[in-house]
């Protein structure tokens, strides 16, 4: 099985920067794309950015194009969120998943992180 345990979370102004992070431990092998969602209160959980597990393809929502930076550490097995410019809008938990090859969808998660943007 593979975990993941999500950190970086905090209380920050608008217009700062955040890096979250994303440990995957376990059966890593096994795993195909890691992704970045969000989870506002009264909404539903939504797509931020994914990376493939070999770190050379990226994609992104479209509100997190240009602000937002997914990127992985293969020797870490830990895949990074860097947020800037950050707004109110963005205040949210954050959950790192991921897809295991030949899955249809994202099918592990981790616990989420906490980010709020005072304004």
């Known amino acids: 099985q593979v975990q993941l345990v999500e950190s970086g979370g905090e209380l920050v102004q608008a217009g700062g920067s955040l890096r979250l992070s994303c440990a995957a431990s376990g059966r890593t092998f096994s795993i195909y794309i890691m992704g970045w969602f969000r989870q506002a209160p009264g909404k539903e959980r939504e797509f931020v950015a994914a990376?493939?597990?070999?770190?050379?393809?990226?994609n992104y929502e479209d509100s997190a194009k240009g602000r937002f930076t997914i990127s992985k550490d293969n020797a870490k097995n830990t895949v990074y969120l860097e947020m800037n410019s950050l707004k109110a809008e963005d205040t949210a938990v954050y959950y790192c998943?991921?897809?295991?090859?030949?899955?249809?969808?994202?099918?592990?998660w981790g616990q989420g992180t906490q980010v709020t943007v005072s304004s």
């Open positions: 990376i493939d597990w070999t770190g050379t393809r990226t």
């Open positions: 998943a991921a897809r295991k090859a030949g899955a249809a969808s994202y099918d592990l």
